[in-house]
């Protein structure tokens, strides 16, 4: 190969430029980003970045001297827009094309967004500018915050707006936060730090709405309607209908939960829509097998976007590790090694560490190795808990008992066998 493109100047995509230059290939490196920001780390921006403990120059994923190394050919602030059918050709939304001998697809996600929620005062956070716009938002003094989604998005931002002195409430759909991922009484426990860390939690309700006021505030004069009846009149010094701003969160319950900030946090969608038209199987992201190849061996995906072997992993270590198998796979032209890496994810929330590693199914019970649950809720010092099934492990999890989860951690990929069908 002479060319390769990554399309996608993400985690995934940076990981996959340095698979490039470590497995050998010494060509022509292209990388596309649709943002105009040099690759950045996301996790922090619900955390630390949020809070003002992490400027931005602490977010970037690489220093001068490693992007000097990657000797790539950077495109930033431009959107893929096609691929041409046999994946020899990236189309730009700028008009330029890209010839290309292979293709590393690493687009992501993008936060699903309420319909009809432009409102001034609702927020995503999946991009380093929406974490501007909202940190900038949480400086204007004690507000009322209603966070959308109990996931880890937002529990992470519902544990940084509390830490920043606001009034705080996940409206969570589901019976409690967490459980598809941790199972219903791990849930439970979990569920428990945003009581401890001072947060409302609302479960079981969904959302009907949001609520806006006729009175609009600043916010560079772009025109938008709430969901309760047409934006204000047009305003006399700028001439345009100004945004109206955000009330409340009305529920299907009936109740209106007052806000001044609406954080929504209800996932994401992968971006595939520019592969429209390609010859490439979508559904849910990217259809790969095993090793991250697609239906054209000079095609890989990873990270968000790829839907690697019948799932999909949103998690930071599964973007950092696809790359590796996809570039060999890649440069191989066809599949010569599978991702084999166990499921794994942490989160920050409240002052907590929750760690969790392997593939939970619905009959593992569920058994507290280490430390000690109290009134439902973490004890001090946390505890460690092995998922089990047919008297083996299948995943452990751990509120603040990092070192025995690592143990833990290694022991069950060493004994894992192969994925069985249910756990995909």
């Given at each position: 190969?002479?060319?390769?493109?990554?399309?996608?100047?993400?985690?995934?995509?940076?990981?996959?430029?340095?698979?490039?230059?470590?497995?050998?290939?010494?060509?022509?490196?292209?990388?596309?980003?649709?943002?105009?920001?040099?690759?950045?780390?996301?996790?922090?921006?619900?955390?630390?970045?949020?809070?003002?403990?992490?400027?931005?120059?602490?977010?970037?994923?690489?220093?001068?001297?490693?992007?000097?190394?990657?000797?790539?050919?950077?495109?930033?602030?431009?959107?893929?827009?096609?691929?041409?059918?046999?994946?020899?050709?990236?189309l730009?939304?700028n008009?330029?094309?890209?010839?290309?001998?292979?293709?590393?697809?690493?687009?992501?996600?993008?936060?699903?967004?309420?319909?009809g929620?432009?409102?001034?005062?609702?927020?995503?956070?999946?991009?380093?500018?929406?974490?501007?716009?909202?940190?900038?938002?949480?400086?204007?003094?004690?507000?009322?915050?209603?966070?959308?989604?109990?996931?880890?998005?937002?529990?992470?931002?519902?544990?940084?707006?509390?830490?920043?002195?606001?009034?705080?409430?996940?409206?969570?759909?589901?019976?409690?936060?967490?459980?598809?991922?941790?199972?219903?009484?791990?849930?439970?426990?979990?569920?428990?730090?945003?009581?401890?860390?001072?947060?409302?939690?609302v479960?079981?309700?969904?959302?009907?709405?949001?609520?806006?006021?006729?009175?609009?505030?600043?916010?560079?004069?772009?025109?938008?309607?709430?969901?309760?009846?047409?934006?204000?009149?047009?305003?006399?010094?700028?001439?345009?209908?100004?945004?109206?701003?955000?009330?409340?969160?009305?529920l299907?319950?009936?109740?209106?939960?007052?806000a001044?900030?609406?954080?929504?946090?209800?996932?994401?969608?992968?971006?595939?829509?520019?592969?429209a038209?390609?010859?490439?199987?979508?559904?849910?992201?990217v259809?790969?097998?095993?090793?991250?190849?697609t239906?054209?061996a000079?095609?890989?995906?990873?990270?968000?976007?790829?839907?690697?072997?019948?799932?999909?992993?949103?998690?930071?270590?599964?973007?950092?590790?696809?790359?590796?198998?996809?570039?060999?796979?890649?440069?191989?032209?066809?599949?010569?090694?599978?991702?084999?890496?166990?499921?794994?994810?942490?989160?920050d929330?409240?002052?907590?560490?929750?760690?969790?590693?392997?593939?939970?199914?619905?009959?593992?019970?569920?058994?507290?190795?280490?430390g000690?649950?109290?009134?439902?809720?973490?004890?001090?010092?946390?505890?460690?808990?092995?998922?089990?099934?047919?008297?083996?492990?299948?995943?452990?999890?751990?509120?603040?008992?990092?070192?025995?989860?690592?143990?833990?951690?290694?022991?069950?990929?060493?004994?894992?066998?192969?994925?069985?069908?249910?756990?995909?």
């Open positions: 190969m002479r060319t390769v493109t990554v399309v996608g100047a993400s985690l995934s995509g940076v990981y996959a430029a340095r698979e490039l230059r470590t497995q050998g290939f010494d060509g022509r490196l292209v990388i596309v980003g649709d943002e105009p920001h040099r690759p950045y780390d996301r996790p922090p921006l619900s955390k630390d970045f949020l809070t003002g403990r992490a400027d931005e120059d602490q977010l970037a994923l690489t220093d001068a001297e490693e992007t000097a190394e990657l000797d790539a050919e950077w495109l930033l602030g431009v959107r893929a827009r096609g691929l041409d059918a046999r994946g020899r050709t990236v730009l939304d008009g330029r094309t890209v010839s290309t001998d292979g293709v590393v697809i690493a687009t992501g996600a993008a936060a699903r967004r309420l319909p929620d432009d409102l001034a005062g609702v927020h995503t956070l999946r991009t380093l500018d929406d974490a501007r716009a909202l940190r900038e938002e949480l400086t204007r003094g004690p507000l009322r915050v209603v966070v959308i989604g109990g996931g880890f998005i937002g529990a992470e931002t519902a544990s940084s707006c509390a830490a920043l002195g606001h009034d705080v409430t996940v409206v969570e759909a589901a019976p409690l936060p967490l459980v598809p991922h941790l199972g219903p009484d791990m849930a439970a426990v979990c569920a428990a730090l945003h009581r401890r860390g001072g947060v409302s939690l479960t079981g309700i969904g959302v009907a709405g949001l609520r806006g006021s006729g009175t609009a505030r600043s916010d560079g004069g772009r025109a938008a309607a709430s969901h309760d009846g047409p934006a204000a009149g047009p305003s006399v010094a700028e001439g345009v209908a100004p945004r109206r701003t955000v009330t409340g969160v009305r299907t319950d009936g109740r209106t939960l007052p001044d900030v609406v954080i929504v946090g209800i996932g994401a969608t992968p971006n595939t829509g520019w592969l038209g390609s010859t490439l199987a979508l559904h849910d992201g259809l790969c097998d095993d090793g991250c190849v239906g054209l000079q095609v890989v995906a990873v990270g968000d976007v790829a839907r690697v072997g019948g799932a999909r992993a949103e998690h930071w270590t599964s973007a950092t590790e696809q790359p590796r198998f996809a570039v060999r796979n890649l440069l191989a032209g066809r599949t010569v090694d599978t991702v084999r890496s166990l499921p794994y994810f942490w989160s929330q409240y002052g907590a560490r929750i760690q969790f590693a392997g593939r939970r199914h619905e009959a593992d019970t569920v058994r507290i190795a280490e000690a649950i109290e009134d439902g809720a973490p004890a001090e010092g946390g505890f460690l808990a092995l998922y089990e099934r047919d008297g083996r492990t299948t995943a452990v999890l751990s509120v603040d008992r990092p070192r025995p989860f690592m143990r833990a951690r290694r022991e069950l990929a060493r004994s894992a066998g192969p994925v069985e069908p249910a756990a995909l």
